[in-house]
C-alpha cells in the first residue's frame, strides 16, 4: 500500500529515506489522477522494500507541492538520498513508471 505523504511527514518519508522514493502529487477531483491511482497502488505492492511510493494530495499539503513547483497534476517525481532525480507530468502507462523506477534503484 502506497504512503500517504504529508506536509508534517515529507521530510522524514522522502528527504530523508535511505531507499529511492516515488511521489505522486495528486487531487481527490483530478480525472488523470484518478486513472493512475491503481497504477501508483499496484507499484506500491511490487516494489515493497525496495523503493517508497507515496501519494501527496496537493490541496491538502501545499507547502510540499510549491516546494517542488507542481503546477500540473498529476506530477510523480523520483527522488534517490533525498533529492529529485526525475518526474513525469500527466498520466502515464505503468511501463513508464516501472522504468523510471528501475533507474532510481540501479
Known amino acids: 500500500m502506497e504512503l500517504k505523504i504529508t506536509d508534517n ?24 489522477c484518478k486513472m493512475m491511482a491503481p497504477l501508483v497502488a499496484q507499484l506500491a505492492t511490487q516494489y515493497s522494500g525496495k523503493c517508497k511510493i507515496g ?17 500540473s497534476i498529476p506530477t510523480i517525481l523520483f527522488f534517490k538520498e533525498g533529492k529529485v532525480v526525475d518526474s513525469v507530468i500527466g498520466a502515464v ?13 540501479a
Open 9 to 32: 511527514n515529507f521530510e522524514e518519508e522522502v528527504k530523508k529515506s535511505t531507499l529511492p522514493v516515488m511521489v505522486d502529487f495528486y487531487a481527490d477531483w483530478c480525472g488523470p
Open 55 to 71: 501519494k501527496c494530495n496537493t490541496d491538502e499539503n501545499p507547502r510540499s507541492a510549491g516546494e517542488f513547483k507542481v503546477m
Open 93 to 105: 502507462s505503468k511501463t513508464v513508471l516501472e522504468e523510471k523506477i528501475k533507474q532510481v534503484l
